[in-house]
């Protein structure tokens, strides 16, 4: 036993080699996007088979997308039949692009859908796209920020937003989509929506009424560093594919990933793994530019060399081509190429992913992105487009105050016997819109700055800075503290239970900054995944920054997002005392955990306890 262990890496990496990245990928399709400005050069013929030549020795492509248009510059008829005809000749699907771009460089352009003249151009691109293909993507850009006199005038007393959702409906129509089918009636027309999806509707992406109209949407799972300018979590690009997954069941076509701010490398190779995680069928690369740049020593994180999901060394290993030589790897589409081929093995074994139902209504904004922050701290996401019937619980932040029926509808799950959580942003804002004919709490203006937590009647835990959270009232005996935040001998709930008729309503205590929650003291967060996402059949233990991805099929990932190695836990239920990675097919060692009682009442459930030890930014998968 002892002897096949030492040998298993060696014949893995052999494995590795030996799978030339001419071999297509089992579980999903990897295309590659060209911008107008790559697509113009290929009119260089001998430019374009050199590119190819390189890109396609370190990564399999199934479909390259060629973009006609970008910043005001279309590529002429010539170029584009040349380059449709390389790709066909070499077995590659080709579809078009679009980027309504005016000036990308100038804080991203966009065209007026106001300006007539500029309205003819939008269409004049749709119609001439649509000559040369059968399906087209819209890149990122198909929103305006224009507030030209023209735009000013135009929206009249209405909002930015209301003005915008209309304009931009009604310019997908009448721009793009009749004029597209009018010269290709059976092109296809995707709409690719980019990751900053709470902030939609300040720019006319309309998710309520335009993925009906295209034939598909397409997801940008790009997250990049979590430093940069945009601050997304990374399990923001596994919950953004699962919503838009919602929005148009069976027709959100792919996840799109840059090679923006993957500084250290493993952070691009996850992007490419939550995307798949949350069962992409295909994968874009952006772009040709980029999967040509070289791969960068300075970008080999730390712990590389400790055996992590993304392994530096064995990247930039020789692949071997399929008529035997071997290639040496400098370039991005290699980081793609052999963090690809490390998913697909894992991606057979995990069903339909399952997840706590978060229901944002269309065109809400409100504690931006919290669920991504939640999926940080090991609770599945599952944003929802309607409110869900049926669910044990459902998870609702402040966005959803957006419907004005929200409170008949937490009444109604309540009713049936369900559970609700809300965050405390929430509860603040239906404060005196009916909330408190569920419970009566006031979510104060006064703020509490803690370090020291207390979950049910465990110890205290401490966390080693001071978060700021707003102090919550309530009426003693009416509702109660499951985990409480104290300051000295004060003390404040943390998450808070209610009983309404047969079901319970849940408040969560949001910090101040989001990002407090990952500190949180493990036995904290574990009460919080015990009793928002314990009907999942599946849970974690541990600190934050580890996620917990769940299948229908009993099989789960959990992925650590930490720059050290952490051990964890995973439970399961009374049925669950089999846990095999499916990654090296060994059995987990697990043990029987009896929940502890207090007055004859369980506190909690029995489980099956498995100790899983993750590396840096790693991941490993199981089935149970
Ligand atoms: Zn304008």
């Known amino acids: 036993m002892q002897k096949l262990k030492i040998f298993l890496p060696a014949l893995l990496l052999m494995l590795s080699v030996a799978q030339g990245p001419a071999w297509a990928y089992e579980h999903f399709r990897v295309a590659v996007y060209c ?49 449709i005809g390389f790709f066909r000749e070499r077995g590659v699907e080709v579809s078009g692009g679009i980027t309504y771009t005016i000036n990308e460089g100038n804080f991203f352009e966009t065209f007026c859908y106001s300006n007539p003249e500029q309205r003819a151009k939008v269409k004049e691109i749709a119609t001439y796209t649509a000559r040369f293909f059968n399906e087209f993507i819209l890149d990122d850009f198909f929103f305006t920020n224009c507030k030209c006199d023209l735009c000013i005038a135009a929206k009249g007393d209405r909002s930015w937003s209301e003005y915008r959702l209309g304009l931009m409906k009604e310019a997908a129509v009448e ?37 009906a109209l295209f034939d598909g949407i397409y997801t940008g799972t790009e997250t990049r560093n979590r430093t940069g300018n945009q601050h997304l979590q990374q399990y923001h690009g596994y919950a953004i594919f699962r919503y838009f997954e919602n929005l148009k069941p069976g027709q959100n076509r792919g996840g799109w990933v840059d090679t923006g701010g993957s500084d250290p490398l493993d952070r691009y190779a996850e992007q490419l793994w939550l995307t798949l995680f949350a069962k992409a069928p295909e994968i874009t690369l952006f772009d040709i530019r980029q999967m040509a740049s070289p791969i960068r020593e300075n970008t080999r994180a730390v712990w590389q060399g400790t055996g992590t999901s993304f392994d530096f060394d064995t990247m930039k290993e020789p692949v071997r081509l399929e008529d035997g030589s071997l290639f040496e790897p400098a370039k991005y589409a290699r980081v793609a190429g052999y963090s690809l081929e490390v998913i697909d093995p894992v991606l057979g074994h995990l069903g339909n992913p399952l997840g706590v139902k978060s229901y944002k209504p269309w065109h809400s904004a409100g504690e931006d992105f919290l669920q991504n922050y939640l999926g940080m701290i090991g609770i599945p996401i599952e944003i929802v487009p309607e409110f869900p019937e049926g669910e044990d619980m459902v998870l609702l932040t402040e966005s959803a105050g957006h419907d004005p029926m929200i409170v008949d509808k937490i009444r109604k799950q309540l009713r049936a016997g369900k559970s609700v959580t809300i965050t405390s942003g929430l509860y603040r804002a239906l404060q005196g819109k009916g909330i408190e004919d569920i ?23 401490w966390t080693d800075h001071e978060i700021l959270i707003p102090q919550i009232s309530y009426y003693t005996n009416d509702s109660w503290e499951v985990v409480s935040a104290l300051d000295d001998t ?28 990952y500190t949180m003291p493990p036995a904290v967060l574990n009460s919080f995944r015990q ?28 992925e650590s997002f930490l720059d050290r190695e952490v051990t964890i836990r995973i439970l399961l239920g009374e049925d669950g005392n089999r846990l095999v990675d499916v990654i090296d097919g060994n059995p987990v060692e697990g043990e029987f955990r009896e929940a502890p009682s207090f007055r004859g009442r369980k506190m909690g459930k029995d489980a099956y306890v498995y100790e899983v030890t993750l590396k840096p930014h790693s991941f490993k998968a199981f089935e149970y």
């Open 35 to 83: 911008r107008a400005y790559e697509v113009e050069k290929m009119g260089d013929m001998e430019w374009l088979r050199e590119t190819w030549d390189e890109l396609s020795k370190q990564i399999h492509v199934d479909k390259v997308y060629l973009e006609t248009h970008r910043d005001l510059l279309v590529v002429d008829e010539k170029t584009l039949e040349g380059a």
């Open 175 to 211: 721009l793009v989509l009749e004029p597209a089918r009018a010269v290709n009636p059976g092109v296809q027309v995707v709409i690719k929506y980019p990751n900053w999806y709470e902030h939609f509707q300040g720019c006319g992406f309309n998710l309520e009424e335009q993925p």
């Open 490 to 517: 004060n003390g404040w709930p943390l998450l808070h239970r209610a009983s309404y008729a047969s079901g319970e309503l849940y408040v969560l205590t949001v910090p101040d900054n989001f990002i407090d929650f």
């Open 531 to 558: 009793n928002i996402a314990g009907h999942l059949g599946v849970r974690l233990e541990g600190p934050g920054e580890v996620s917990l991805f769940v299948y229908d099929n009993r099989s789960c990932v959990v």
């Open 439 to 461: 419970v009566e709490l006031r979510v104060t203006e006064r703020r509490a700055s803690v370090r020291e937590f207390r979950a049910g009647r465990g110890p205290t835990s």
